[in-house]
């Protein structure tokens, strides 16, 4: 147990082990992820702590957990006896706890109510707003390294690798990629020194998914990807993180020290022959990094730009030798399917798309957070069942997905399953996970200038195509929101896109006119409302003045 986890005590001062007798009648579980932590969540496991002893309750344990996905209404504070949220904790009002505490009867944990938490299903975030992410026992005591211990006292790395083909996972940075596959290609590439990487780069506008995973389940994370190690024959492996998240590197870096003590991490893991250790990159927020040669390349220390593929990382990667990449959600999935079997996971899902998927909810949406839910579900019951709807009941208008490469799925859509197949054929993509949802107040030529505008800012500019393209792009998305533009203007701007989609080097470039794609397929109302009439049926743009002839 860490020591936060005190019975009624604030959580840094002892250990729980070392003031509490007899046996555990409640818990408030503090939620100390960064969107609590930036009001003041760690004062509120403090103060709890202090008020629950100053009102005789040493029977109750005051602990931080990661994060609880309801982020809109935080800091939040649970009591796992009874399933009881409090919302929008302060530091100086923990009475209400503090009395709901005492009513508590000890029994098992119940999951939060309401429909934010009733619709989901947990794999990856199991865990989350119940596990101390800075304590390995916690994580033991809850099945952690199970898995990593079945596969290297009961199964061959091909049987690894057999089992995480047949469960379908497929990669979650962004592509979707079969993971098995993945893995079968670096563990088949001839070599004997060969590398794992985790992506935590992160740098979609809106996506948060990562990060609440390395900030809420580190250990899952390393598990996840010293399986990876022994399925593809790697002992080295690497997690680059953008400096942005100090948080999530500070836990991974208390994560992996204690890993190493364990014996989960160095040599001879788990008393067996097998040898895998794990060392941090921070990366300093380059979008581009998050591309795979590029981030290779950030991480031999060289300036973070892309190559072409092939030779792919698998093949050639880290240092010339294999490399196997994968996202940190990617990783997060393979202690759950090694732990219950490839069949329980594949069982989740629709299709070609399996598992569970988690996403983050932000923009015009009531409950704000971080949810995870079988693949197929409809984006109605993310948005309205799981999401609470849009803010003060404002009609639904469409939900970007897939970051700066993705699209924006419009209202008649929201029936649809959300699988890879079905995001792409309505000419967006799964991405990794941010769903920014939009109402009638966002302009969807100004939703499209926004994210070119951030293309054009994290382009490495290294093709020409990209480098230009994106800067001429966002001129006429320009010229268009300030009422400047004609349909020359606007046939030029689908051309370049054509071209930009095509010739630019890495996906950077060819998914930067996705967002002009997916706006002229269902809004071209509202681009030739700009052109044609000077007017912005949403009331965003703000055009310049005509200019009238003398
Ligand atoms: C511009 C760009 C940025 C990317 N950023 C990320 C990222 O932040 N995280 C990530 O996992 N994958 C990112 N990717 C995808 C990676 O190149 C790679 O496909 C992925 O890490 C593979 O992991 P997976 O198979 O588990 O999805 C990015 C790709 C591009 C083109
Ligand atoms: S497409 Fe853009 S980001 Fe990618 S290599 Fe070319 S210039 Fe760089």
Redesign the pocket.
Known sequence: MSEQNAPARPARRRPAEETHEGPTRAHAYVCEAASCMSLQAHDITVKLGEAAAAAGQSDVIVKRVGCMGLCAAGPLVQIPETGEMFNAVSPDAVGPIVAALKKVKPGAEKLPHGPFFEHQVRVVTENFGELDPESLDDYLGRGGYEALQKVLSEMTSTEVREEITKSGLR???????P?GL?WTTVAKAPGTQKYVIC??????PGAFM?RSVLESDPFRVLEGMAIAAFAVHATEGYIYCRAEYPLAVARLRSAIRQAQRAGFLGQGIADTSFTFDVQIRLGAGA??C???TA?IASVEGKRGTPRPRPPYPAVEGLFGCPTL????E?FANVPAILRKGSEWYSAMGVGKSKGTKVFALAGRIVNTGLVEVPMGMSLREIVYDIGGGIIDGRPFKAVQTGGP?GGCIPAQFLDMPMTYESLIEVGSFMG?GGLIVMDDTSCMVDVAKYFMDFCRDESCGKCVPCRVGTTQMWMLLDKITRGQADLIDLAQLERLAGVVQKMSL???GQ?APNPIFSTLRYFRDEYMAHIEERRCPAGVCEFDAVEVPA
């Open positions: 990669g979650r940075g962004g592509a979707g990629y993971t993945k992506n935590a780069d992160e740098g979609d990562d979008f581009v998050g591309e795979e981030l990449i994968n996202n940190v990617s490469s990794s890495c996906g950077l998914g």
